[in-house]
């Protein structure tokens, strides 16, 4: 199974909280840890543990955090040579405020993931029309979604919009 997904790369700083703080209010987190995420991220790892040939287009910024999105990606297997590094914005972050009963409140600064060009997403026309699943959800520019489900479209390739 090959599995193309457009997606966005984040860097989560989970917290886990008792409440949520109140305006002008600081709290401290029971917990936290920093992690790789977002959802294109997360669904190409976890295609590519599932066995499927899994390509990723998206967009990192030029920084630390970009490099290490890059990193796990080759570690897990994933083809990232169209996932571009991007200096006009860092990549991609967020802040999931997680509670006791596991409700949540996510802030988000999706950074670099919003450049992601129309042009960029036709860039991996040949990894589209080669897959048998394209994947993707709306944390990329919307430009690039359409390219990119156009060009699967054309080539009668099934798309799943999360």
């Known amino acids: 199974m090959r599995i193309v997904v457009i997606g966005s790369c984040i860097v989560d700083i989970g917290m886990r909280l008792e409440r949520l703080p109140r305006p002008g209010e ?16 997360n669904q190409a790892i976890a295609a ?9 287009l998206g967009k990192v910024g030029a920084d630390e955090f970009g490099m290490q999105m890059l990193e796990a990606m080759a570690a ?3 083809d990232g040579r169209y996932v571009a590094q991007d200096s006009r ?36 026309a040949s990894a589209i029309r080669a897959a048998d699943i394209v994947l993707m959800q709306m944390e990329v520019s919307p430009v690039a979604n359409l390219r ?15």
């Open 48 to 56: 590519a543990r599932l066995g499927a040939e899994v390509t990723l």
């Open 148 to 162: 990119a489900a156009r060009v699967a479209r054309d080539a009668g390739v099934a798309v799943l919009l999360n």
């Open 76 to 78: 897990e297997g994933i």
């Open 26 to 41: 600081t709290i401290f987190a029971e917990e936290m840890a920093v992690t790789l995420g977002g959802k294109g991220f």
């Open 89 to 124: 914005a860092p990549t991609g972050m967020a802040v999931p405020m997680v509670l006791p009963d596991g409700s949540n409140s996510i802030i988000s600064a999706p950074g670099a993931n919003l450049l992601l060009t129309a042009e960029e997403a036709a860039g991996g």
